[in-house]
């Protein structure tokens, strides 16, 4: 009876013991989330986590902030192959805002140059936002951009409709004579 009491006693240290461990770990790592979540909202590097996908992307979107589109897009883009469906939504709606933004300063230009890099950039930010609608449809805020992108977009004629100088660009492909 005494052996199996020293038995009980020893098992129940050690599970205080491995409890005492896991509650310390446990405060360790919210004080690290804390400190993270700090040097973020600080616009500083965090001292931890630094190759974790939120790290990643705050470091994309504060790139984006500032105005560094290319280097902010380069970053969402490598995000995009481990994020799940509602993060890549983020991603993508992050990156049409940044096209968008783009194509908001460069309105003022009337040269074809300027008027082509608008129409580019608008496009981009359609195809983004209408990815991330299709990952996930519940962003509100993605729809009213998108639905904002369409009304800014030129309308594409049809090739062969209307007054053009290449009318035959649709039939172009079928053969003459009957087969």
């Given at each position: 009876?005494a052996?199996?009491?020293?038995?009980?006693?020893?098992?129940?240290?050690?599970?205080?013991?491995?409890?005492v461990?896991?509650?310390?770990?446990?405060?360790?790592?919210?004080?690290?989330?804390e400190?993270?979540?700090?040097?973020?909202?600080?616009?500083?590097?965090?001292?931890?986590?630094?190759?974790?996908?939120?790290?990643?992307?705050?470091?994309?979107?504060?790139?984006?902030?500032?105005?560094?589109?290319?280097?902010?897009?380069?970053?969402?883009?490598?995000?995009?192959?481990?994020?799940?469906?509602?993060?890549?939504?983020?991603?993508?709606?992050?990156?049409?805002?940044?096209?968008?933004?783009?194509?908001?300063?460069?309105t003022?230009?009337?040269?074809?140059?300027?008027?082509?890099?608008?129409?580019?950039?608008?496009?981009?930010?359609?195809?983004s936002?209408?990815?991330?609608?299709?990952?996930?449809?519940?962003?509100?805020?993605?729809?009213?951009?998108?639905?904002?992108?369409?009304?800014?977009?030129?309308?594409?004629?049809?090739?062969?409709?209307?007054?053009?100088?290449?009318?035959?660009?649709?039939?172009?492909?079928?053969?003459n004579?009957?087969?």
């Amino acid at each position: 009876m005494a052996l199996s009491v020293n038995k009980l006693v020893i098992g129940l240290l050690l599970v205080a013991t491995a409890s005492v461990g896991t509650m310390a770990y446990s405060w360790q790592r919210i004080k690290q989330v804390e400190d993270f979540n700090a040097a973020i909202a600080a616009a500083k590097s965090p001292q931890t986590d630094q190759q974790s996908f939120e790290a990643k992307y705050a470091v994309a979107y504060w790139l984006g902030k500032n105005e560094r589109y290319k280097e902010s897009t380069l970053l969402f883009t490598k995000l995009i192959e481990q994020a799940n469906a509602s993060q890549r939504a983020a991603i993508l709606h992050n990156v049409g805002n940044m096209f968008f933004l783009r194509a908001i300063q460069l309105t003022g230009g009337n040269d074809n140059s300027t008027r082509d890099e608008l129409e580019y950039l608008l496009s981009q930010a359609a195809t983004s936002y209408k990815t991330a609608l299709k990952a996930d449809n519940s962003h509100w805020g993605t729809r009213r951009n998108f639905d904002r992108v369409l009304g800014l977009l030129p309308e594409k004629p049809t090739p062969g409709v209307g007054e053009s100088d290449n009318p035959g660009l649709i039939m172009g492909n079928i053969p003459n004579g009957l087969p």
